[in-house]
């Protein structure tokens, strides 16, 4: 069979690599395998990126702990409930910041012979287990507040008020300092809805407060509480299905397996393609294996360009690293599109 024609792999010049000015992606025959300048690149901005979230989260770490301590004493002295479970989810905020800045951390260590992928996928853990700490605290607020239904304490509003406000103010420059950072990562994501559902907390103090103050409905601090409680379950079960989704090797939500499918075939070199595995290592870093049936008459040569093409059009589809296997259209193939993974079978011993 003779070849259909390649399309144009003409070698990119240096001066069009080292202009910093063009973007990676559009940049011809920039690819996962051999070429230099796209990984460090690559590196070197992922590297950035673990750097300013450290920061943000070292700052706002430091921010949430002072003032914990405070929500703690003062829920304790005016015997609110809106301002304990306040207190309490500040707490969840700081061990969840610690975790995630000891995530980032480790992440940056190297890859090893059995850890190939490096301890990216360290965040994703944080991630999960951030999220569960979501649902237990929401299930222990909703728990005492109906408690306090039953029997409403006497709560010293003032100090209350004083206090959330205080609170308020505090979770609104943690949140704006940690909105500033990366939260398309999943591990930064599931910190920053810590603090965005103690800055509910916080809110829901103060109208509690309010309206004890002005009507004397006592039930308002459990009623209130319970809400901010609903609203912590939403964004809990929301971080812990993506982890979990990434943590079984599920196909990243925004990439479209038939849209990878069509972009390989269109090669005219690509006579089918089957075996494709889509996954996530961690938030923003996508993979991908396949096997391709591509005609026997190709020359090596001929098949590097073509990998060097899909590659390059693979980047473009948000998927950083590639793995493609090319098989001759010669021999006998599965024609699944994503073949079930089996036990590898039992190895036999041979006698010789």
């Known amino acids: 069979m003779t070849p259909k024609p390649l399309q144009d792999s003409k070698p990119p010049t240096d001066a069009h690599l080292d202009d910093p000015h063009v973007p990676h992606h559009e940049q011809p025959n920039a690819h996962c395998h051999g070429d230099n300048h796209r990984h460090d690149d690559a590196?070197?901005?992922?590297?950035?990126?673990?750097?300013?979230?450290?920061?943000?989260?070292?700052?706002?770490?430091?921010?949430?702990?002072?003032?914990?301590?405070?929500?703690?004493?003062?829920?304790?002295?005016?015997?609110?409930?809106?301002?304990?479970?306040?207190?309490?989810?500040?707490?969840?905020?700081?061990?969840?910041?610690?975790?995630?800045?000891?995530?980032?951390?480790?992440?940056?260590?190297?890859?090893?012979?059995?850890?190939?992928?490096?301890?990216r996928r360290f965040e994703i853990l944080i991630a999960l287990i951030n999220g569960l700490t979501l649902l237990i605290i929401s299930a222990g607020i909703i728990y005492e507040a109906v408690l306090r239904f039953q029997q409403p304490p006497q709560i010293a509003t003032t100090g209350m008020l004083v206090i959330s406000t205080i609170g308020l103010i505090v979770n609104l420059v943690v949140a704006k300092l940690m909105h500033d950072g990366d939260t398309d990562n999943l591990n930064m994501k599931s910190a920053y809805l810590h603090v965005l559902s103690d800055l509910l907390g916080s809110v829901a103090a103060i109208i509690a407060a309010i309206m004890?103050?002005?009507?004397?409905?006592?039930?308002?601090?459990?009623?209130?509480?319970i809400l901010v409680a609903l609203l912590i379950v939403r964004s809990g079960y929301a971080v812990v299905k993506n982890a979990a989704h990434i943590l079984m090797e599920g196909a990243p939500n925004h990439i479209d397996q038939s849209v990878i499918i069509k972009t390989l075939s269109a090669h005219p070199n690509v006579l089918s393609v089957h075996d494709l595995h889509v996954w996530t290592i961690t938030s923003g870093l996508h993979s991908l294996s396949c096997h391709i049936i591509v005609p026997s008459s190709l020359t090596l040569q001929q098949t590097d360009a073509l990998l060097s093409d899909l590659q390059h059009e693979l980047q473009h589809l948000g998927i950083g690293h590639s793995t493609i296997q090319f098989e001759s259209d010669l021999h006998a193939h599965s024609t699944q599109f994503n073949c079930d993974i089996t036990s590898a079978p039992p190895v036999h011993a041979h006698a010789h």
């Open 43 to 119: 590196d070197h901005i992922h590297s950035h990126s673990h750097t300013d979230n450290q920061r943000i989260i070292t700052i706002a770490f430091a921010i949430i702990a002072s003032y914990m301590i405070v929500e703690v004493i003062g829920g304790y002295i005016t015997g609110s409930l809106a301002l304990l479970s306040d207190a309490g989810h500040m707490f969840s905020d700081a061990v969840s910041l610690a975790m995630t800045l000891f995530a980032f951390i480790i992440g940056k260590k190297s890859a090893t012979s059995h850890k190939t992928f490096g301890y």
């Open 212 to 225: 004890i103050m002005l009507f004397g409905w006592v039930w308002a601090d459990a009623a209130v509480s």
